[in-house]
């Protein structure tokens, strides 16, 4: 497990998506670059899904910050 994330933590939506739209991405850029599912990014998105310390730690990745900068502190 990734330091600072836990399983089940909720993911900071707003920052979620103004990273995304910083990076001029949409949810199936994110989901190819972070090599998940383009269902996994909507729950996570949209449906308000906890993700499991892989998929956050993919998604971070993806745009390019640690996990903890995703997660509602």
Not at 1 to 28: I, S
Request: charged share 30%; glycine share 10%.
């Amino acid at each position: 497990m990734q330091k600072g994330c836990k399983r089940g933590e909720n993911m900071n939506r707003k920052k979620l998506f103004a990273l995304m739209a910083d990076k001029g991405m949409t949810q199936a850029d994110l989901a190819d670059k972070a090599g998940l599912s383009r269902t996994a990014i909507y729950g996570v998105m949209t449906k308000g899904r906890k993700p499991t310390p892989p998929t956050l730690g993919k998604i971070a990745k993806a745009l390019g910050v640690k996990p903890s900068e995703l997660l509602d502190m």
